[in-house]
């Protein structure tokens, strides 16, 4: 995980993005209940059962945004993780859904109607998904295992003086 | 408006050497859908349908949950639509408990309700529909998106857009504890009551919402109904027309309700065939399976499956927008009830006699239900009783109930029983783009049919093709969403022989 610019002293997010009762899907939701747990000064976290245009809403105010979140790649090992920038997207900005856009379109929306409001960084932490088809509250092993690691690195980053 | 060159709705097609044609995931529907449209020998469209994937074991997990936890569960099954969920669960769970809820409890679940449809509603027309209508179907695949239309109507609209569809999130976490998986909604109430300020702040921003409904019904009406090219489009009976049966919710006076009423069915001239309460919907739909899709499709069950087609001897019927606005007489409040007006004036000038057929009309359906949703949000958040503290009815024992509300996409039936102790022992959701799934199809084959003709494809007719679907808004996900913006489409288009001759797809 590298630091990025997650600075110090400005109005920082973590977003957990998912479905918490379909298995790996909710990776993002678990890092984030466990991040709230543990409680970091200065970071607030939330959780984001949707995606597009209600993550816009959330995000807007803050200085800097994390958010967290299943992906599942060709070929990628269930629980590798990986670290994206907002420009990593640009690829399916175009791809939206019905409501009624995706992270990437509503982050290039937000960009477009309301910069002024919006963070000046954006980073995204993935966690390959095994399992998005099965309803459960668990996590498959692997996925499990990784969503451990994020929250311990996260929230030494994030507490980090 | 800002200036712009109008929209592309054609383009050239080229010859395709291929014989099955594969659209998936399908652009701008949630959940992974895929559309395989297979040719003949001569190129034209022999078949085509919508497939859909699967979410496995929901059922397996909720039974021997408490049926109270229900409304929290269910709403998790859909991040666009676990509004109408929770209102359909609590619905449900007031019939499990017999419990009758208070005119203040009622007041507000309408309340939030109105505000799910507004931002709903919203989110499809301007991000969804939109880009067809503004930009032209036959536009450049990386200009057909909501940021093709910013760039076509300006970032001041762009701007409104943004605000009232979030005003219609702020009514719902107002009322219902939390925007986007609400947990206010108790068997005979709701759980929290609002206070006069709450009230208040909910009463400016519907009048708000109230102006840009009407500003989204003059839009349409100069963007879409005064363009020639796209009315030719929507009347094209060859590509977007099917005579069904159309179900939807109504009040005693047979206005559109989305909260609460009988359900009414219509047949193909308009004439009333059915109108049941929610309990009784097991006498009037039974669900079809085929081999090739997860999805069911239901029916009406006195007509009878006769596969993929339409006219009164199919059971195939349509809900949602266009089935509401047939299956209704009208609305409740006056600038609603003037813009359906307007569209029944306007049809009937087309020689239309009874319902709307022409399955491109679901976007005006929609388009008026926004104008509805507005006002009825202003008259409910005006209501100053809507402050008391009698928000919980009394609960009886659990035994077995039904709810049933209209989601934005359409008629949305929760069925739940209970043992003494309140732990669910069966379930049964039917949910709204499950009851167009038929209609779905054949509007898809219909549409594929018409345009695909001798081998010829292209990017601009696909997307035509996906129109005919597009319109009812599907959403065949509960749950999907992903960071790399999955929700997507592939064509596959198919020889006679299953090979694969094209592919297009946008991920």
């Known amino acids: 995980m590298t630091d990025n ?12 993005v998912g479905n918490p009762i379909l298995s790996d899907d909710g990776v993002g939701i678990h890092i984030a209940r466990r991040l709230k747990e543990i409680g970091i000064p200065g970071v607030d976290i939330e959780e984001l059962p949707a995606s597009g245009l ?59 109607l309301v910069g002024d409001r919006m963070p000046s960084s954006t980073r995204f932490i993935a966690v390959e998904a095994a399992d998005i088809v099965n309803v459960s509250e668990n996590m498959t092993p692997a996925v499990a295992a990784s969503a451990q690691s994020v929250v311990d690195e996260l929230a030494a980053e994030l507490t980090r003086d | 408006m800002t200036h712009m060159s109008g929209p592309i709705i054609n383009d050239t097609p080229t010859k395709t050497t291929e014989k099955k044609i594969t659209i998936d995931p399908i652009t701008r529907l949630e959940g992974h859908g895929k559309i395989e449209i297979f040719l003949n020998d001569q190129g034209n469209v022999a078949n085509a349908y919508l497939q859909v994937p699967e979410l496995r074991g929901f059922e397996r997990f909720c039974i021997g949950r408490h049926v109270q936890e229900l409304p929290v569960l269910t709403n998790r099954l859909c991040g666009v639509c676990p509004a109408a969920h929770h209102i359909a669960s609590t619905k449900a769970l007031d019939a499990v408990f017999n419990a009758e809820p208070t005119e203040t409890a009622k007041k507000l679940r309408e ?17 969804l529909a939109a880009p067809d209508f503004v930009l032209g179907p036959s536009a450049p695949a990386n200009k057909k998106n909501v940021l093709g239309v ?33 947990c206010f909604g108790l068997p005979g109430g709701v759980s929290k009551q609002i206070s006069e300020e709450e009230r208040a702040q909910m009463e400016e921003m519907a009048k708000s919402c109230v102006e840009f409904a009407k500003f989204t019904v003059k839009l349409l009406h ?78 009406l069950k006195k007509v009878g499956w006769k596969g993929f087609t339409t006219g009164p001897s199919s059971g195939i019927y349509r809900v949602g927008p266009l089935g509401r606005i047939n299956v209704c007489e009208g609305y ?47 008259e409910l958040a005006s209501d100053k009783s ?52 038929a209609a779905i199809n054949t509007s898809v084959n219909q549409a594929a049919k018409a345009l695909i003709k001798n081998w010829e494809v ?36 198919r020889r006679a022989d299953g090979s694969k001759l094209e592919t297009l797809k946008n991920f």
């Open chain 2, 332 to 378: 409740t409040t006056p600038l609603a009830q003037a813009e359906y007006a307007a569209l029944a004036k306007t049809v009937k000038d087309l020689g239309v006699t009874g319902p709307v057929h022409h399955t491109l009309a679901f976007h005006w359906a929609r388009v008026i239900e926004l104008q509805y949703a507005t006002e009825r949000m202003l």
């Open chain 2, 222 to 299: 100069d963007v879409v109904l005064a363009n020639q090219d796209y009315m030719d489009l929507i009347l094209n009976q060859d590509a977007y027309y099917l005579e069904t049966y159309y179900m939807g919710m109504v009040d005693k006076n047979n206005k559109t309700n989305f909260y609460d009423g009988d359900i009414r069915v219509v047949d193909q001239t308009g004439k009333e065939v059915e109108k049941f309460k929610p309990s009784e919907y097991l006498d009037v739909i039974s669900e079809h399976v085929e081999p090739w899709t997860y999805m069911k499709m239901p029916f």
């Open chain 2, 111 to 127: 309340l939030f309700y109105m505000g799910q449809y507004t931002h709903s509603h919203i989110a499809h027309f301007y991000a």
């Open chain 2, 386 to 437: 809507i402050t008391s503290d009698d928000i919980r009815g009394v609960v009886n024992e659990p035994t077995e109930g039904v709810g049933i509300c209209e989601a934005p996409r359409g008629t949305l039936i929760h069925h739940y029983a209970s043992d003494k102790d309140g732990l669910c022992t069966k379930i049964n959701m039917i949910v709204a783009t499950t009851n167009n799934y």
């Open chain 1, 54 to 112: 209600e993550l816009l809403d959330m995000v807007l105010g803050y200085d800097h945004v994390v958010i967290i979140d299943a992906i599942v790649t060709n070929g990628g090992t269930p629980g590798d993780v990986y670290n994206l920038e907002e420009g990593d997207f640009e690829r399916t900005v175009h791809g939206a859904s019905p409501h009624g856009v995706n992270i990437a379109t509503a982050l290039a929306l937000g960009r477009r």
């Open chain 2, 150 to 182: 910013v760039d076509a109507v300006g970032v001041e609209i762009g701007a409104e857009v943004i605000k009232h569809r979030s005003y219609g999130q702020k009514v719902q976490e107002i009322v219902g504890g939390r925007a986007t998986h609400p």
């Open chain 2, 458 to 493: 292209s990017p601009g007719l696909l997307n035509k093709v996906e129109m005919a679907f597009r319109c009812y808004d599907p959403c065949n996900s509960c749950g999907t969403h992903a960071l790399n913006g999955s929700p997507a489409l592939e064509v596959n288009v």
């Open chain 1, 5 to 16: 610019d997650v600075t110090r002293g400005k109005k920082i997010l973590v977003v957990g």
